[in-house]
């Protein structure tokens, strides 16, 4: 079950006095996930925009000096139309703020964001670590998804390994498991 939304830790909008930590995430977030070579500048050049309040949005948790987490959406257009949504670029949790509900507390930011601004919220998970967990949150906040990533021909970064564990185990929710798992006890005690 979702942690109610007024228990949730506060987001705010990143200043410039944030960047460096927000960097440090962004930094951390590259060497679980990274699927490409990370180009700071790019990286720093969406915060810039995020900080002038050019279509770009950032929020953290955390004072400056003690950000725990970070996300950052974008405003743009698909290649075939000319209307706005936001996409999610990242959503990233520290380490040592994962048993937190700081997750939770971004992705409702990103909702209230989207609601706020009127336009619809795309967002996703390219990943090889620990996918069945994030998959199970969004879903859970979210609601049910409107697809998949594939990557083929990956050269994910070094110390970055797929667990293919992680990518086949079901995507239920732990009372699903909990169900199923009830059933099959009574199916194969008959």
Sequence with gaps: MAQPIDDLPKVRIATRADEEEVMALCRDLH???GLFTLSENKVRGILHLAFA?????????GQHGKIEASACLLMDTQYYSDDWFL???WNHVAKPYRH???IDALIEFSKSCSDRIGLPLVTGIISNN???GKVRKYRQRYGYPAGAFFVYNAKWMEGVKPSEEDFTRPLESRAERRQRERKEHKDHVR
């Design 31 to 33: 060497e679980e996930n």
């Design 53 to 61: 309040k050019k279509n770009a949005f950032v929020g953290v948790i």
């Design 87 to 89: 996409v999610e670029l």
């Design 100 to 102: 937190t509900a700081d």
């Design 130 to 132: 620990r996918v069945a």
